[in-house]
């Protein structure tokens, strides 16, 4: 029974260590999504006091409980404490429930975050070819979207830009005359790709991922409550 026993709590001390490994990678991925400038000029509209990153944050408060959770699952492993080790679980189970309400929720309404994503942009695309401080980090950011995605313009192509065109237009540029994937405006070759389909779809696979990291944790915390509660239970019947 001893070396059962022990074979627990050693199993129980690794995998809440890299169940805290895994809330510091949760925790850094998170707080650098939210933080990423391009990001969040062109996902938040310029009036707009909502914020498109409540999945973000929801996800960055995980990290930092998984962390807590982490090392008094460590804590209530190698000092056996019973008091620890029920904590531990109360706090896992109701995340656990929490995460998959969530997980739910955002399966359930991802059409709709890419429906107001569609009508952000759609209504926002008058920005890139106005001047002035107005808009001017919505311009940014999408210039770096076109340069990283291979695109150009929102909606109607490089005719988005209106006058503003000359300014961005090496962000544009193809680096081929290729007619399938260029076409000339105004005596450049610039890509016929729009950003807004390519945005979507890499909005849609931001939620899909945030969702599976959700459903994969749901698993690994499982794990974890069979793990604490069979050394609760041992560590009783000594």
């Not at 809440?16 to 998170?30: D, H, P, Q």
């Not at 309400?101 to 890139?128: P, Q, Y």
């Not at 000359?166 to 105004?186: K, L, V």
Request: hydrophobic share 45%.
């Amino acid at each position: 029974m001893a070396g059962v026993s022990g074979c627990i709590k050693y199993s129980m001390f690794i995998f809440n260590f890299l169940f805290w490994i895994c809330g510091c990678l949760i925790l850094g991925i998170s707080i650098w999504l939210r933080v990423s400038k391009n990001t969040k000029e062109v996902f938040t509209p310029e009036d707009s006091s909502g914020d498109p990153f409540v999945a973000v944050n929801i996800l960055i408060a995980v990290g930092a409980i998984i962390m807590i959770l982490g090392f008094l699952g460590c804590c209530g492993a190698v000092k056996e404490s019973r008091c620890m080790l029920l904590l531990f679980f109360i706090s896992l189970l109701l995340i656990l429930l929490l995460q998959i309400a969530a997980g739910i929720l955002g399966a359930a309404f991802k059409s709709e975050s890419v429906r107001m994503l569609n009508e952000t942009l759609h209504r926002d695309v008058k920005l890139l070819s106005e001047s002035g401080e107005d808009g001017k980090k919505f311009r940014e950011a999408v210039s770096s979207f076109q340069k990283e995605l291979q695109c150009c313009g929102l909606i109607n192509g490089a005719a988005d830009w209106g006058n503003n065109f000359q300014q961005i237009s090496s962000s544009c540029e193809c680096p081929n005359t290729s007619t399938d994937t260029c076409t000339i405006y105004e005596g450049k070759y610039v890509y016929k790709q729009t950003c807004i389909s390519l945005i979507k779809d890499a909005v849609e696979k931001y939620i899909i991922i945030i969702i599976g990291v959700a459903f994969g944790l749901a698993v690994i915390e499982i794990i974890g409550l069979v793990f604490s509660m069979v050394l609760y239970c041992q560590i009783g019947n000594k």
